[in-house]
């Protein structure tokens, strides 16, 4: 298996609601890693995961919460999100310092 | 931080034409990967190539580390390639990935 998935394809959501989003690898990387990215711009990193662990969090609001319960899953989860967040929200994993392999990615609307 | 840079922000071609995507950075890196993201925005990876050169079909890549920048080579371009095209730099500690700001290709046939 060499793919990453992410569940859900497509999330709207009020602005009150608290909802999830996962992702799954089972390439047997030990690093895993949120990014955002807004139409027309690149993706930008938010989180890093390295052995279960978070290793980097590029100052992003508390009203994203990332959890990686094991070495295969990552999940981000969201709560009073505002309009400005919505964004295609990308998971990717890598062997440390190594390629990094994307999955299709959320696109997140909020209301 | 550093600067990631790439060159043209948008291209058009006609079908079988040939291109050079660049890519400059502004400091020292572990790792580069070239990607295209597809319409539905998949990023594919294309290229993990912190130097040298490498090919893959009609696509090609080298890096040269020294000189701080990549180059893309797309040959007979298919309709298939459309999308952008982005240039992600691993540097300093901490595989953290950071992207150019991409190069959007348009094929027509």
């Known amino acids: 298996d060499t793919e990453v998935t992410q569940t859900p394809k497509h999330l709207v959501m009020g602005m009150t609601n608290k909802k999830s989003l996962k992702c799954e690898q089972h390439?047997?990387?030990?690093?895993m890693y949120w990014y955002k990215q807004k139409a027309k711009k690149p993706p930008e990193l938010m989180f890093v995961?390295?052995?279960?662990?978070?290793?980097i969090n590029e100052s992003v609001p508390s009203r994203f919460s990332p959890e990686c319960p094991n070495s295969s899953l990552l999940n981000l989860h969201l709560h009073a999100l505002q309009p400005e967040d919505s964004a295609l929200y990308l998971c990717?994993?890598?062997?440390?310092?190594?390629?990094?392999?994307f999955g299709p990615g959320t696109r997140l609307t909020v209301l | 931080g550093i600067q990631v840079e790439q060159s043209p922000p948008d291209l058009i071609l006609q079908e079988g034409a040939n291109s050079t995507l660049r890519c400059n950075f502004s400091?020292?890196?572990?790792?580069l990967q070239w990607f295209h993201q597809n319409p539905w925005g998949q990023l594919i990876n294309l290229f993990y190539i912190p130097s040298g050169t490498k090919q893959n079909g009609r696509l090609s890549a080298t890096t040269v580390a020294t000189e701080r920048y990549s180059l893309l080579y797309i040959s007979s371009s298919q309709t298939t390639d459309s999308g952008v095209y982005f240039c992600?730099?691993?540097?300093?500690?901490?595989?953290?990935?950071?992207f150019g700001g991409g190069t959007r290709v348009l094929v027509k046939p």
């Open positions: 990717a994993s890598s062997s440390l310092f190594r390629e990094q392999f």
């Open positions: 992600a730099v691993e540097w300093a500690a901490g595989n953290k990935l950071t």
């Open positions: 400091d020292s890196v572990n790792n």
């Open positions: 995961y390295s052995y279960e662990k978070l290793s």
């Open positions: 390439m047997g990387h030990r690093a």
